[in-house]
């Protein structure tokens, strides 16, 4: 069964930096693609950013192009966002997805698998 559990979430000021983590368990971690997405209060869920199997193909949000990024370490089978530069428009739910497929995709109904979400506040 595949779990993915998110961590790193909290309370920033604007112009600062966070780090949510990912961990998964549950099949090989090195062979599927992972993917951030979020959802603000009264807003749908929305992409954020993905990685390929390998790690050599990213995808990201034109939003947080430049201030996100998201790295991942197979041997640890965890997946990261690194935020900087955060604003109170990026305050959200942040959930990791992965699908079943290696490649990776910006595309929210193509991910099968979904963490509980952690949440990213930052303040003005």
């Known amino acids: 069964q595949v779990q993915l559990v998110e961590s790193g979430g909290g309370l920033v000021q604007a112009g600062g930096s966070l780090r949510l983590s990912c961990a998964a368990s549950g099949r090989t971690f090195s062979r599927y693609a992972m993917g951030w997405f979020r959802q603000a209060p009264g807003k749908e869920r929305e992409f954020v950013a993905a990685?390929?199997?390998?790690?050599?193909?990213?995808y990201y949000a034109d939003s947080v192009k430049g201030r996100f990024t998201i790295p991942r370490d197979n041997a640890k089978t965890t997946v990261y966002l690194q935020m900087n530069s955060l604003t109170p428009e990026d305050t959200a739910v942040y959930y990791c997805?992965?699908?079943?497929?290696?490649?990776?995709?910006?595309?929210?109904?193509?991910?099968?698998?979904w963490g509980q979400g952690t949440q990213v506040t930052v303040s003005s």
């Open positions: 997805a992965t699908r079943d497929i290696g490649g990776a995709t910006m595309n929210l109904e193509s991910y099968d698998y």
């Open positions: 990685i390929s199997w390998s790690g050599g193909t990213t």
